[in-house]
T-cell receptor, first 115, second 115 residues
Framework: NAGVMQNPRHLVRRRGQEARLRCSPM?????VYWYRQLPEEGLKFMVY????????ESGMPKERFSAEFPKEGPSILRIQQVVRGDSAAYFC?????????????FGEGSRLTVL | GESVGLHLPTLSVQEGDNSIINCAYSNSASDYFIWYKQESGKGPQFIID?????DKRQGQRVTVLLNKTVKHLSLQIAATQPGDSAVYFCAEKDAGGTSYGKLTFGQGTILTVHP
């Protein structure tokens, strides 16, 4: 049973370009979360999605960031016009429907470097 | 200009010793707490959780203690092994949160186990 798959693992972008990060949740999981981690810091919640719905995006920056979890295919975190401050590790996590614990299954992360 | 990095708390122990990792939280409305372990270059991995109506919970070689009076959480690892070397994060969920997966993570503690 494959775990949460994220790609790319590493991504380098120049300022002003777009970054697209993909996440395939564990089989049978219908909840997806995106977290951001700056160096030597804890993870910061960004967005919580279910299939075709954004449930909570209170941690997303108001501009340039968007997320989706379509009916078919992986969840996508999109960052437009990247700036150096967007350099971070972006982690996706999934959980099964109706879960009542904080046991999230994390992917290995996508590390974005903005030059 | 020169950037100053944050310095995470560190704990160094000898193999076989017991480890205690501490965490202070500030949100008195948090009703659920979790410990995660993150190895270098990987995503966080769930260790153990505890609800606010409990003050102690035990797992395999790990124990979590919760003191709501002083808003303090600790993780005890018995007979620490080199494989326990990682960064340990406490995380909490607000009672009004949309999901158990929407967590607030602490800064983290680096645990190093010497053989």
């Amino acid at each position: 049973n494959a775990g949460v798959m994220q790609n790319p693992r590493h991504l380098v972008r120049r300022r002003g370009q777009e970054a697209r990060l993909r996440c395939s949740p564990m089989k049978g999981h219908s909840h997806v979360y995106w977290y951001r981690q700056l160096p030597e810091e804890g993870l910061k919640f960004m967005v919580y999605l279910q299939k075709e719905n954004i449930i909570d995006e209170s941690g997303m920056p108001k501009e340039r960031f968007s997320a989706e979890f379509p009916k078919e295919g992986p969840s996508i975190l999109r960052i437009q016009q990247v700036v150096r401050g967007d350099s971070a590790a972006y982690f996706c996590a999934s959980s099964p429907f109706g879960h009542d614990t904080g046991e999230l299954f994390f992917g290995e992360g996508s590390r974005l470097t903005v030059l | 200009g020169e950037s100053v990095g944050l310095h995470l708390p560190t704990l160094s122990v000898q193999e076989g010793d017991n480890s205690i990792i501490n965490c202070a939280y500030s949100n008195s409305a948090s009703d659920y707490f979790i410990w995660y372990k993150q190895e270098s270059g990987k995503g966080p991995q769930f260790i153990i959780d505890i609800r606010s109506n409990m003050d102690k919970r035990q797992g395999q070689r790990v124990t979590v203690l919760l003191n709501k009076t002083v808003k303090h959480l600790s993780l005890q690892i018995a007979a620490t092994q080199p494989g326990d070397s990682a960064v340990y994060f406490c995380a909490e969920k607000d009672a009004g949160g949309t999901s158990y997966g929407k967590l607030t993570f602490g800064q983290g503690t680096i645990l190093t186990v010497h053989p």
